[in-house]
């Protein structure tokens, strides 16, 4: 047998350590100039008048999306009262009930095929339900996808970090002589609080800056959000609009709500995962 | 793993009856709740299906084979989207899945601890940002870096090939697939590093005492140990580059001609339903948008059953004759 | 060097049922395989060996033996270097194997690691098949043809005394195998690279007590061939197993000498406790 060069081995090792190290900094790099990009371009379009103000008609410079953020902060507020409650129930089923029962793992597999599912197939299902038969665009549409996009997020993180709860905690519970309902509720709630509300944070976070959703059920409009009933304005379909229109202000605009998205998504997203990182390592 | 049914609701016998009707209640509430996803899904399956029943009488089976886009004619074809689709994909996942991995084998096994935590941070906040942002930043200035430089001197080095051929406009299926690559390269990123973390050490030192280098230890050892892991973030990195839409609507270019340059503009799937729903004004129109979802559905519905079943053999291979 | 044949003669006629010709040889008139001199090493800010000096007689057994956290460990994975995979490890001093000394910086790491095995506390099976694990040190080294390497996995299966076992399903995982047949198999593992210096760091703290004989009885056959170098928290073990013991006490070589002597009649009074159980 011939023995192999130690130099080609050296020199394949070499080879991968040399490309690492850009290809590392890329990943910086690009997040580092995104985030740039949104600061420097969307920066002067945050003043007060962009928080309260309606917009003006095309071409016209001032005015401001105050009706959009409002839209965008109700529509997710709306979706994750809809959506939350049932999934933190879905998520408790699955842990506690869960283990031995077919119906879970149907469901845990579904849950998997609904979060792999794009999010315009969500909207474009809404649209079917909600928006064809009533014949108009509606914030409870809107309201309605985002949910549907919280939903199984909520029941993952419920099911793992009611999961992290020590067996101990329910059969100590049990013990004493409470219901079912009440040692999941009262005790095992409790225990996994934190990590529950996080959870349902951090998909609140994803589904604010969606987008696809909301184009055909909350579709966008230039008023306040008077009621539910009717389109509604949000941030993520002006983006949209604006971005693909030709006025130089309300491409700034655009900017300025992409700034403001992704500083608050990108706020809670780093707050969440601190949250379920210290969780899961106590809990450990 | 205690055996979760300590108090089973109902059952015969069971002296604290009184108490388990709250019990029973809480049970089927909660299964309700999980039953909800079935719902939707199968509520999904069944809107799409009756929606494009229209275009699908109309156009049979030659919906998917055929690339003509003429809603003032009332032609429409599935071809270029699904190519799009595909295309722009292949691009993201050729690109993105490499450089993963070596992005994740330097977190691990080169970088200094603090470096690792600040580039995996910056890599796990790469993954929160929202798609249209991704969008936002790709028509307003990856397109112009595109059309400036990297598709010019692609053009001039590789213009031999028919995929680099074409003037250079910056959006298109080359910076779709880019943009793609780049929304999907922390997600993968962050499993395989995360996979390989749980190598156990005595492991690598095995590998390296019978002396590899750190590139053979990784690649014969570490890899392997953590394959399963990797190929389920690609198997789920491929299924959402398949559905992105707002990215890749900004800079595909909206096109539904199928051309074979990468430089010139196309569509997906996704930016097809995200730019033309709304415009939908004849009932045939809105039915083959509604068969494209369909198509779309399906594609992600098969793949990430087969990505299940891959997965899920893996597994069993795994663990051998244990 | 003695060969086999004059040692038995030199043994005194009682003993010949053990068979230890350790027992009466003085590591001093052996060629050594390791020279060891001045060695400290440090975790971080941390020192955990003293200026450690010993000499590791070729084609012996030398058991090193000590209380937990004394040192042992650390000390056999200066040889080989591993120690380098973690940044803030540090070795000084010389530690000489054949005369070179393995811890100047042009030392080639590859051609030492090929030399040296290492085998640890856990079974370390690769993810791969049976024929693999074996394969993968030679297929490292060696440009060789699918039979040739065929016939090194089989040579160091059978030297591993592990082929029997395993002859008809080479194919299969290796974390199929059980404990202690998983710890043989890294011992063939080894092997298949040739090396001349094999270390053991507890091989068989993981294992039940029937593989840990099987193990043992291994070292004793190894010995022909290769130097061994056994850490050990079993002084049972150690003693039933090694020519030459090292006894290591919060990082110093306290002791080191003929393996009978050492457990019959120790210099050092420190020695003498802890084989006496006065201390673990």
Not at chain 1, 187 to 208: C, P, Q
Request: proline share 5%; with cysteine; glycine share 8%.
């Amino acid at each position: 047998m011939q023995p192999r060069s130690r130099t080609h081995r050296r020199a394949a090792d070499a080879t991968i350590r040399v490309i690492m190290v850009p290809a590392a900094l890329i990943g910086i790099a690009v997040l580092a100039w995104i985030l740039w990009e949104v600061i420097v371009r969307g920066v002067g379009a945050i003043t007060p008048a962009f928080f309260t103000e309606l917009p003006t008609p095309p071409g016209m410079e001032g005015g401001g999306l105050g009706n959009a953020i409002l839209g965008t902060a109700l529509m997710t507020l709306a979706a994750t009262v809809l959506g939350a409650p049932i999934g933190l129930l879905a998520g408790i089923f699955l842990a506690e009930f869960g283990p031995s029962s077919r119906i879970a793992t149907a469901v845990r597999f579904t849950t998997n095929l609904l979060m792999g599912t794009p999010s315009i197939i969500i909207g474009i299902f809404v649209y079917a339900i909600l928006v064809l038969p009533i014949g108009h665009f509606s914030g409870w549409a809107g309201a309605a996808a985002l949910a549907t996009l919280i939903l199984p997020v909520v029941m993952r993180t419920t099911e793992d970090m009611l999961n992290l709860v020590p067996d101990e905690l329910r059969e100590s519970g049990l013990a004493l002589g409470a219901p079912r309902w009440r040692v999941t509720l009262g005790i095992i709630f409790r225990a996994a609080k934190t990590g529950l509300v996080t959870g349902v944070l951090l998909a609140v976070a994803r589904v604010s800056g969606e987008t696809a959703p909301l184009l055909f059920t909350a579709l966008n409009s230039f008023y306040w959000p008077q009621s539910f009933g009717e389109p509604t304005a949000n941030l993520t379909v002006t983006i949209f609009n604006y971005a693909m229109s030709p006025y130089s202000d309300w491409q700034q605009k655009a900017w300025g709500a992409s700034l403001l998205i992704t500083v608050s998504v990108l706020v809670v997203a780093v707050l969440a995962r601190f949250v379920i990182k210290d969780r899961k390592g106590r809990a450990a | 793993m205690v055996e979760r049914y300590a108090i089973a609701p109902g059952a015969p016998g069971n002296a604290s009856r009184d108490q388990s009707r709250p019990d029973a209640i809480f049970k089927w509430l909660t299964a309700g709740c999980s039953m909800v996803v079935i719902l939707i899904m199968a509520g999904i399956l069944f809107e799409l299906v009756r929606n494009s029943g229209m275009a699908l009488k109309e156009f049979g089976f030659s919906f998917l084979t055929s690339d003509a886009w003429n809603p003032g004619m009332g032609e429409f074809g599935a071809a270029s989207s699904v190519y799009g689709t595909l295309v722009s994909t292949a691009i993201a996942m050729v690109i993105a899945v490499p450089l993963s991995i070596i992005i994740a084998v330097f977190l691990v096994e080169v970088a200094r601890p603090r470096v690792s935590r600040f580039i995996g941070g910056a890599i796990e906040l790469l993954a929160a940002v929202p798609s249209i942002i991704y969008g936002m930043w790709g028509l307003f200035v990856f397109a112009a870096l595109m059309q400036n430089h990297v598709q010019p001197f692609l053009g001039n080095r590789l213009g031999a090939l028919p995929l680099f051929q074409g003037p250079p406009m910056g959006i298109g299926m080359l910076t779709a697939g880019l943009i793609l690559a780049l929304m999907v390269l922390p997600f993968i990123t962050a499993v395989t590093r995360d996979v390989l973390m749980m190598v156990p050490p005595v492991l690598k030192e095995s590998a390296h005492g019978v002396g590899s280098t750190m590139w053979e230890a990784v690649r014969f050892v570490s890899l392997k140990y953590g394959r399963r892991g990797i190929v389920g973030a690609v198997f789920l990195g491929f299924g959402r580059a398949l559905g992105e839409t707002m990215a890749v609507t900004f800079v595909i270019g909206n096109s539904h001609r199928i051309s074979a340059s990468l430089f010139s503009a196309g569509n997906t799937i996704a930016s097809s339903l995200a730019n033309e729903f709304n415009e939908a004004s004849e009932p045939i129109y809105l039915s083959s948008l509604f068969a494209l979802a369909l198509v779309l559905f399906g594609i992600t519905l098969a793949f990430q059953t087969i990505a299940h079943h891959w997965v899920a053999r893996m597994q069993r291979i795994e663990a051998g004759d244990r | 060097m003695m060969a086999v044949e004059e040692r038995a003669l030199v043994q005194p006629p009682s003993e010949v049922a053990t068979q230890r010709p350790g027992e009466i040889e003085d590591a001093a008139t052996l060629p050594a395989k390791v020279t060891v001199r001045n060695l400290n090493f440090f975790y971080g800010g941390q020192q955990a060996l003293y200026d450690n000096s010993i000499s590791i007689p070729a084609l012996r057994v030398t058991a090193v033996i000590g209380p937990s956290g004394c040192g042992k460990s650390t000390h056999i994975r200066v040889y080989n270097r591993i120690f380098e995979l973690y940044r803030s490890h540090r070795a000084e001093g010389i530690v000489e194997i054949d005369g070179e000394n393995v811890l100047s910086p042009s030392t080639d790491l590859l051609k030492l690691r090929k030399k040296v095995g290492m085998i640890f506390q856990r079974p370390t099976p690769f993810p791969m098949s049976i024929f693999d694990n074996i394969a993968y040190g030679v297929k490292l080294h060696y440009r060789a043809s699918r039979s040739e390497i065929t016939d090194r996995v089989e040579d160091a299966l059978k030297r591993g005394a592990l082929w029997e076992e395993v002859r008809g399903k080479l194919s299969e995982p290796a974390t199929a195998l059980s404990g202690g047949q998983q710890q043989r198999l890294c011992i063939a593992r080894a092997i298949a690279v040739e090396p001349e210096l094999i270390l053991m760091d507890e091989p068989c703290s993981a294992i039940d007590p029937v593989a840990t004989s099987k193990i043992e009885d291994l070292i004793e056959i190894l010995r022909d061939s290769y130097t061994v170098v056994l850490v050990t928290h079993n002084m049972q073990q150690a003693a039933r197993v090694s020519d030459f013991t090292a006894f290591f006490y919060k990082g110093h070589i306290v002791e080191f000498g003929a393996t009978k002597k050492i457990f019959t009649n120790p210099e050092n009074r420190q020695t003498e406790d802890y084989i006496t159980g006065r201390f673990g």
